[in-house]
């Protein structure tokens, strides 16, 4: 985007509305007191220099910490010269002096771990703001490359970065104020993102109609196991409570079992084979309670019959080390310890092995987390950090699986179905209150998906208004 912005509308307009957020930004949040801006030798440090002459403009004492300066005939050695306020030297004991420190030393552009003399200055000072992002962030991965403590704000422009989304950049970064500078649309368009914030409106999820009936709203079906049942159940109540027309559980010799549980559920003890044959059932769970040998038996006839599968648990578990045998399935839904053995250790660059994972076996890879991360094997990959530590529960995982099984069966992609289901299953997680058991967020689920019925239908309200109002 910046490259292209450079030859229309020119860096530095960029920099002089970026540079103006900041200011702003600052001002909105502290009263008027000393400031160092601590500016490196690239564009982030030329925002940095335009922030600086903003505050000082607005009557704030300023002083400026050169790191290195920046090349010369650039953008930021433009906004560096239109600084004429004070300079002193990059050291601790002047950002120890300071009451508020900007840090404009690196941005996007941040390539290694900073120097002890950065963390130095960085150590030494008592509040601060980022530029974009804290200097020792990566703005791709959100990986902390050197440790101090958190900023109060960070300003960003544009768009957020993933570093600003995931751990442990995240927590680093403070409130996170994203500014529009001006970008020109075509140079948005031309950046052609792939990594997007999960929220209503980058998926749509079908309403209730009038005319609906149980199989337009779609039929879920679930493998059982005989020894966790509670798993299965709870896996089938999320498909339930997120509006399927009808759920059913596969349960052979336990059949008797589960039809002590929930009334609404149907419950079958024909050979898998029998019901696979029914296409009205197109979406199946297999893993919630399954050991091994029960997935053996299950999930390759589901495979082989072209079912829509969402592998999970137990699935996920008999297919460790050798994720080629989730070939043919459509969703993975793994938690931390589960993709690291199926694929190995993600390292640093969560995205990256997420994506590459989707890739892989060819299917929508949700990796669970604080955070989650959601990518098809086309390389789209959504964040979703609508959530709540309320999920962090035993079972959870479970409604999950049922939510996003309702949301295949409703039609959706696999890719908009994951998405949708995780930011379900967290809206339901932030109304059930403080320490749901995992049964209480079945309640909420339902006004979770009206939510982002609603959210998603006034967000295409508002793109519509903005297309009339640009085409009058
Ligand atoms: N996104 C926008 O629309 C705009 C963003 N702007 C700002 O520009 C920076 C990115 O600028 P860039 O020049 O590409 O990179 P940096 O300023 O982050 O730094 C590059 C510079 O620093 C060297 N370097 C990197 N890491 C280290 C290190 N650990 N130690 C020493 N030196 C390091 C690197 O080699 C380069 O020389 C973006 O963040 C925004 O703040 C613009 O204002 C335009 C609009
Ligand atoms: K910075």
């Known amino acids: 985007m910046d490259e292209m912005a450079g030859r229309s509308v020119g860096i530095i307009a960029l920099m002089e509305r970026a540079g103006w957020a900041v200011a702003r930004a600052i001002r909105a949040r502290f009263a008027p007191c000393r400031v160092l801006v601590l500016c490196g030798p690239g564009n982030n440090g030329g925002d940095g220099h335009v922030a600086a002459r903003y505050l000082e403009r607005a009557g704030w004492p300023v002083q400026v910490a050169l790191l290195a300066p920046p090349r010369e005939g650039g953008p930021a050695a433009e906004a560096a010269a239109r600084f004429s306020g004070r300079r002193v030297e990059f050291s ?85 104020v994203c500014a529009d500078i001006g970008m020109p649309s075509d140079c948005i368009a031309h950046a052609q993102p792939r990594i997007f914030l999960n929220r209503p409106g980058l998926w749509s999820i079908p309403a209730m109609t009038a005319q609906d009936h149980k199989y337009s709203r779609g039929v879920v079906s679930l493998c059982a196991g005989r020894v966790m049942p509670g798993a299965t159940r709870l896996a089938a109540a999320g498909a339930r409570a997120s509006g399927a027309g009808l759920v059913r559980i596969s349960a052979g010799v336990s059949a008797e079992a589960y039809r002590l549980g929930a009334p609404g559920l149907v419950i079958d003890d024909a050979p898998l084979e029998a019901l696979l044959e029914d296409t009205r059932r197109n979406v ?60 190995g250790a993600p390292g640093d660059d969560l995205v990256c092995a997420v994506r590459s994972a989707a890739g892989r076996i060819g299917a929508v890879v949700l990796l669970k987390g604080a955070v989650s991360v959601i990518a098809a094997p086309d390389g789209r990959v959504a964040l979703n950090d609508h959530a709540s530590p309320a999920l962090a529960t035993a079972g959870s995982g479970d409604t999950l699986a049922g939510v996003i099984g309702t949301l295949l069966a409703a039609g959706m992609p696999h890719w908009d179905a994951a998405c949708a289901g995780a930011w379900l299953h967290g809206e339901a997680g932030l109304r059930a209150g403080n320490w749901p058991i995992v049964e209480a967020l079945d309640a909420h689920l339902g006004d979770a998906r009206a939510e982002a019925i609603d959210q998603a239908r006034r967000l295409s309200c508002e793109t519509d208004n903005l297309a009339v109002k640009r085409r009058a």
């Open 92 to 176: 601790a004991e002047n950002a120890a002096r300071a009451d508020l420190v900007v840090d404009a030393i690196f941005g996007a552009g941040l390539d290694r771990a900073p120097s002890d003399t950065v963390m130095a200055v960085l150590r030494a000072s008592r509040r601060l703001v980022a530029v974009d992002l804290p200097s020792f962030v990566n703005g791709l991965t959100g990986a902390v490359l050197a440790e101090r403590p958190p900023y109060e704000v960070s300003v960003t422009f544009v768009r957020p970065k993933p570093g600003h989304v995931l751990y442990p950049g995240r927590t680093l970064c403070g409130e996170v």
């Open 284 to 343: 199946w769970l297999c893993g919630p309670g399954l050991t091994p040998d029960e997935v053996e038996d299950t999930l390759p006839l589901l495979v082989a019959s072209k079912k829509c599968v969402l592998a999970d648990a137990g699935a996920l578990g008999w297919a460790a080390g050798a994720p080629e045998k989730l070939r043919g399935v459509s969703v993975i839904t793994p938690h931390i310890g589960e993709f690291t053995r199926l694929f």
